[in-house]
């Protein structure tokens, strides 16, 4: 089992930044690839960012190329992400998730473990 638990959402103005936090435990070892995703009210969840846990390999959404940045630190256990520039359409419960499994990184269902989700609202 792999344990997430997400920090550092908020309210902030458009054009503001934000860093969220997810930190895993339990048999972090066992995890593939690491990734954001985000639910608006009425939406499905959508892929944000992902990275490989042990590579550095990263992948983006498009709508958040350039303005999101995914990290991690491994001695932590803990991937991070960075959004700048934020706009009204980020707002959404960003979920920070872990899939063990190689293969595709952009899919929901792909992913094995996830947090409970931490509000971003981003106002205009």
């Known amino acids: 089992q792999v344990q997430l638990v997400e920090s550092g959402g908020g309210l902030v103005q458009a054009g503001g930044s934000l860093r969220l936090s997810c930190a895993a435990s339990?048999?972090?070892?066992?995890?593939?690839?690491m990734g954001w995703f985000r639910q608006a009210p009425g939406k499905e969840r959508e892929f944000v960012a992902a990275?490989?846990?042990?590579?550095?390999?990263?992948y983006y959404a498009d709508s958040v190329k350039g303005r999101f940045t995914i990290s991690r630190d491994n001695a932590k256990n803990t991937v991070y992400l960075q959004m700048n520039s934020l706009k009204p359409e980020d707002t959404a419960v960003y979920y920070c998730?872990?899939?063990?499994?190689?293969?595709?990184?952009?899919?929901?269902?792909?992913?094995?473990?996830w947090g409970q989700g931490t509000q971003v609202t981003v106002s205009s």
């Open positions: 998730a872990a899939k063990i499994r190689v293969g595709a990184t952009l899919t929901p269902a792909e992913y094995d473990y």
């Open positions: 339990g048999r972090t070892f066992s995890i593939y690839v």
């Open positions: 990275i490989n846990w042990r590579g550095s390999s990263t």
